[in-house]
């Protein structure tokens, strides 16, 4: 018996010996390895794809996207390439056929989607891109005008200005009062709530004639830019040049087709109402008092705090607003102006001026709740604030009213307060 024993132990140190263990790690090494090296690499299996636009053009579906395609000298080459089917998943696999490559969405950051495929109903079409995993739920909506084509060839030639890019143009930044993003996330969201509403930017492709826009070329750099902070020229130059512009329009969708659109001064008083919309501007006019003469006067919106407080009395449901802003005195406009205005050590905040400021506050904010009430569409949240009471006054109140007119009803109270920075 001992000696077995000691025998398997010989065996075991001859086969796990310094010398044998290198050459077994070396087999393994071998066998994952090769494999590997034999293997193509993704990019040239995989198309690198940065942004998608569908529309439905004489029921087909018609689908481009923008393709990156690194180069030797590290410069970004985007191309564009179309296909079309009768379905979404034809076209999609018609674009991959012209690449010669499968389609790879995880640098899909825009999904752009057209006028009659907005009109018809998105929801196909989000679904499939997102049940399919194609494109993440993280990706910037974008409505747009124009041809797919067109309008993808223009975000590519866009792409290729280092300080121009279509999802920061459309997002801009959600602390500003005048912006609106949305994502797929957030659309699904609003689609699958009781008011089934969604957002989204909606972006303009035209001619300079259009747009009214001039180009503005350099000396001796060739290079050229628009002459309009809101819009963006690409093409190739000539009758050809395209330009994109955010106006701040936004699309509102109801149960997942477009409804109705909404212009930059709406989304700006809409969003009052909004705590991630921090700043912006009030422009009041006729303000006259110790310091000013009949002065027009813009504040700039340093920092604005929003609370929503939903309650009943005798059956009515009261929505109550209370806006708390910090403001600074950006302009003073008058006519013949003073030298008080150039005194710094007064406040320029004064009662007159602050009564205005709320007057035209509140103005906007009724504008909006009447936008809302005759548009039947409910961007303040009304419906979810009442909704999270959980007790059955609400309930109560629809079954009363009816959920189509609920809007109606309600008693919107509204309270702001105004101080300077200081």
């Known amino acids: 018996m001992k000696e077995k024993k000691t025998e398997i132990k010989k065996k075991l140190k001859s086969i796990f010996s310094p010398k044998k263990l290198v050459l077994w790690l070396s087999i393994l090494i071998l066998i ?15 198309a690198i794809v940065t942004m998608l636009c569908v529309d439905k ?11 990156l395609t ?54 196909q079409v989000l679904d499939y891109m997102t049940r399919t995993k194609k494109v993440g739920r993280n990706a910037v909506l974008v409505s747009f005008t124009g041809g797919v084509v067109d309008f993808t060839q223009a975000v590519a030639n866009l792409n290729l200005e280092k300080s121009l890019r279509l999802d920061r143009i459309v997002s801009f930044d959600k602390r500003y009062v005048l912006t609106q993003d949305s994502n797929i996330e957030t659309f699904y969201i609003g689609y699958y709530s009781p008011i089934s509403l969604g957002l989204m930017s909606k972006v303009k492709l035209g001619t300079s004639e259009e747009f009214n826009a001039i180009e503005v070329a350099s000396s001796d750099s060739g290079s050229a830019g ?28 109801k149960n997942g087709k477009h409804y109705i659109d909404m212009t930059l ?14 700043k912006g501007t009030v422009v009041v006019e006729g303000v006259t008092d110790h310091i000013y003469n009949n002065a027009k006067v813009v504040v700039n919106i340093l920092k604005k705090d929003i609370s929503i407080k939903p309650s009943f009395k005798d059956g009515i449901p009261i929505y109550k ?40 506050m509140e103005g906007d904010m009724r504008e909006i709740i009447k936008y809302c009430q005759d548009n039947e569409v409910d961007l303040l949240g009304v419906y979810k604030h009442f909704y999270a009471l959980e007790n059955k006054d609400f309930e109560e109140y629809l079954n009363r009213v009816g959920e189509k007119n609920y809007l109606d009803g309600i008693d919107y109270q509204i309270s702001i307060k105004v101080k300077s920075e200081n």
């Open 32 to 46: 994952f390895t090769v494999p590997a090296f034999n293997k193509s690499a993704m990019s040239q299996t995989q």
């Open 57 to 67: 053009i004489d029921d087909k579906i018609k689908v481009a996207a923008t393709v």
């Open 70 to 123: 690194p180069s030797q000298d590290k410069k970004a080459n985007f191309q564009v390439y179309s296909g079309e089917g009768e379905t979404l998943g034809y076209a999609v696999d018609s674009v991959s056929l012209a690449i010669g490559k499968e389609m790879g969405f995880a640098q899909c950051k825009i999904m752009a989607l057209g006028e009659n495929i907005c009109s018809e109903g998105v929801m």
């Open 226 to 253: 628009g002459a309009s902070t809101d819009m963006s020229s690409t093409g190739d130059g000539g009758e050809n040049k395209k330009f994109i512009m955010n106006d701040g329009t936004v699309s509102l969708f």
């Open 265 to 278: 001064d709406e989304v700006k008083k809409a969003n009052i109402f909004v705590n991630d919309a921090q």
């Open 321 to 360: 607003t209370d806006v708390d802003l910090t403001v600074f005195i950006d302009e003073v406009i008058e006519e013949n102006p003073s030298e008080r205005l150039l005194r710094r050590n007064q406040d320029f905040l004064t009662n007159a001026l602050i009564a205005k400021i709320k007057e035209k």
